[in-house]
């Protein structure tokens, strides 16, 4: 039997938590100390239901570090190789995080406000120790917190339609990763076209703890004959979009240039970021190894709970599976790893050291076409 | 039924993981992104072992910062208000580090090894971040890591038997918070005389991860005879024992003032910790709120999965109940909470709030006696 969570003050619950409950929640993690919702029906049916309707996600865990002050733009450009100069007030950036060695720290989503104020939507690690270490010992004019803000993802083919319901027709055209503001009630939240699915949809950055049911309920009640449900990010979706998780897939072990994310570290404003000196070498030199899919064939596998040794033809360790799913779309397991520069090329053959046994892999691009 | 928890490579596994499972573990939460069993036959039949035998923890998850270079003491010195200047090179010190608003960033141990090379032992932030940004903002000679270290607690009244058969009669000289080597195989261990309950033991700091289960192993078959089992830090007893929990009973939002630490913010060295003007304000004013015991009295209460709050006699908002377990010593319900000063005082009455209504509560003292 699977374990269970304990469930504490410490594993922050979210202004989502009890209709998540009420929605019959069967599994969790903990992400960023906060519940994440990983399983309401089973991943399966969560992923088929996905592809076809529309699901509210509670991913208030994506929590936002406020930086704020006349300094928070240059603040921001130190923590990345990727250029924010031309960045609007009303976009959102994919940002690769990292120190200075060049190893990723988090790979968030930058919310541009203004020049003087900037909310940085993580993946899960404390980035805010970072971000206020560095702002205290360069002495920068910022304040840099966490403020009372959830972001609930409205995701699937239909997400469009709910939306349009509840806040005007006007938010289909919000382009992706633009953010505008909504009203709900006597509130106004900032609300991206993003989310952690390839199938499309929003996040709607809810500010203040309180407003999270009655938004929550608003949704369930505008999209009924939507058959809208209670989801969460899933497994084998993003898998098969080749979308990482930070700590899955990359960890500070990592470059990223390594995680793919070569794109993000173009511009001369990289010159700022700390850790600029090492990536403008991994870029001349090119990364000892990459992310990749990886397709394993054969019998099922378990869960991918310890990275999986990948080894050549010749015998030799060249990588690791961190992330692995069935996929009903491919009708074979897909996987996301990191492989060696001798053996990541496409279509190499490689062996996966499960922890039920050897399966026969295959290098794929991601992501999964 | 309780959600259970997924396990991903995300959720670290620990060097002794796979015997935890083989233990039959039931529970676990996430700390430091790494998996920390709860329960192995159930809390209460845990703690009676615990307070009887002795028990072998998989506490991998109190991850270690590596500091080291030429300004290693200077920077651990900014981190904490506690003084550090006299401390031997066999010594732990438990310290609160702090922000520039005196917050509360972790409470971990500082294990020194001499003047260039410390051991940061966590509890649940990645408060390498912080350092790591500190230090480079300061542009300090360190070098700042996790080890590859993972602690292996051996706790309970018999641990002082265990570890001398092992390792020898020398081991039960040891004093409270000193550490020292030990030998097994062909490796050399720090172990201390700590760890997270008041039965007494010690934290076997287990370099590399592959001697993980040899250990593990060797410490079951010295045990037998003396019923050693497969444990964890156990809610009840740590509760009884005044043990806080970063995370649960304080936060980023209250001073070392507020968790009754002021002991350890004295002396000249406190001015060079970041933080320290706004500490030295705290011990003049005096804190608003403290950490304080709770009993509980009346029926049974569910698991304090979020704050449960305090209120007087007028009804007022005084605080707030943080951690809580049925205690068999104390035949009663036994809590940790911040209570604001009006109403601090020992045997002052308040209500609780709990998720399944009010309850008659009584201001106590840390630890319960």
Redesign the interface.
């Known amino acids: 039997m699977?374990?269970?969570?304990?469930?504490?003050?410490?594993?922050r619950?979210t202004p989502f938590t009890r209709r998540v409950t009420e929605a019959g929640?069967?599994?969790?993690?903990?992400y960023n100390?906060m519940l994440l919702p990983?399983?309401f029906d089973s991943v399966v049916a969560d992923y088929v239901h996905l592809k076809k309707h529309v699901q509210v996600w509670d991913v208030a865990c994506e929590r936002q570090v406020e930086i704020k002050g006349p300094d928070a733009s240059k603040l921001v450009q130190m923590l990345t190789p990727r250029n924010l100069q031309n960045m609007g007030e009303d976009q959102c950036y994919y940002i690769p995080v990292v120190?200075?060695n060049g190893g990723m720290?988090n790979d968030p989503v930058a919310v541009k406000h203004n020049d003087n104020r900037w909310w940085i939507s993580l993946a899960?690690?404390?980035?805010m120790?970072?971000?206020?270490?560095?702002?205290?010992?360069?002495k920068l004019k910022v304040d840099v917190f966490e403020p009372d803000v959830s972001p609930l993802a409205i995701q699937g083919p239909k997400s469009n339609e709910l939306m349009a319901r509840l806040f005007g027709d006007d938010i289909k055209e919000l382009k992706f990763f633009r953010h505008r503001k909504i009203r709900f009630g006597d509130n106004e939240f900032t609300v991206a076209r993003s989310g952690y699915s390839v199938q499309g949809g929003f996040e709607i950055y809810v500010e203040n703890t309180k407003n999270g049911e009655q938004l929550w309920d608003a949704l369930f009640e505008a999209g009924e004959d939507l058959n809208v449900r209670a989801g969460c990010p899933n497994l084998i979706e993003r898998i098969e979009g080749g979308l990482l998780?930070?700590?899955?897939d990359m960890t500070i072990e990592n470059t990223p240039y390594e995680c793919g994310l070569g794109k993000f570290c173009k511009g001369d404003a990289a010159k700022d970021c700390?850790g600029a000196d090492v990536l403008q070498k991994e870029l001349e030199n090119g990364p000892k190894r990459q992310i990749r899919g990886i397709v394993i064939n054969g019998d099922a596998t378990p869960?991918?709970?310890?990275?999986w040794p990948l080894v050549n033809a010749e015998g030799k360790p060249v990588g690791q599976v961190?992330?692995a799913a069935w996929s009903p779309a491919f009708n074979t397991h897909v996987a996301i790893g990191m492989v060696d520069k001798s053996d990541w090329k496409i279509g190499n053959q490689l062996t996966v050291q499960t922890s039920d046994g050897d399966r026969a892999g295959e290098v794929r691009n991601l992501p999964f076409v």
Chains 1, 2 share one sequence.
């Open positions: 699977d374990p269970i969570l304990s469930i504490s003050c410490r594993t619950s929640v069967k599994g969790y993690t903990v100390h990983t399983v120190d200075e720290l899960d690690s404390d980035l120790y970072w971000i206020k270490g560095l702002a205290l010992g360069r998780s930070y700590g899955n700390i869960p991918c709970r310890d990275p961190t992330s």
